[in-house]
């Protein structure tokens, strides 16, 4: 018989963010965010230097974690551009982002 997997608080080794980062992306806070960013585009790529959903920069990107996923935050999965920005916000809250 195959193994459940936890239903909470999942592993990001597991190839998707945690629940407490879903809930946290998923909030309206969050989304609102990610709309006036990106339009909750997780693939944006402009041109101007801030790539997918959370418009992170290259710098922001690799110093939460983000070069474990992609070299880009537009070539990551959603899942891991949400643990990355969670990662940023447990640092420097809402900061980082204009639209916060």
């Given at each position: 018989?195959?193994?459940?997997?936890?239903?909470?608080?999942?592993?990001t080794?597991?190839?998707?963010?945690?629940?407490?980062?879903?809930?946290?992306?998923?909030?309206?806070?969050?989304?609102?965010?990610?709309?006036?960013?990106?339009?909750?585009?997780?693939?944006?790529?402009?041109?101007?230097?801030?790539?997918g959903?959370?418009?992170?920069?290259?710098?922001?990107?690799?110093?939460?974690?983000?070069?474990?996923?992609?070299?880009?935050?537009?070539?990551?999965?959603?899942?891991?551009?949400?643990?990355?920005?969670?990662?940023?916000?447990?640092?420097?809250?809402?900061?980082?982002?204009?639209?916060?």
């Open positions: 018989m195959a193994e459940a997997l936890p239903t909470a608080d999942v592993s080794d597991a190839g998707f963010a945690s629940g407490d980062v879903a809930s946290w992306a998923s909030s309206a806070k969050a989304m609102s965010v990610k709309m006036c960013e990106s339009g909750n585009n997780y693939s944006t790529n402009t041109g101007n230097g801030y790539y959903a959370w418009q992170f920069d290259i710098p922001s990107w690799i110093a939460n974690g983000g070069g474990a996923y992609a070299s880009r935050p537009d070539l990551a999965p959603s899942w891991a551009q949400d643990q990355v920005a969670y990662n940023y916000y447990q640092v420097a809250g809402w900061g980082p982002w204009e639209c916060a």
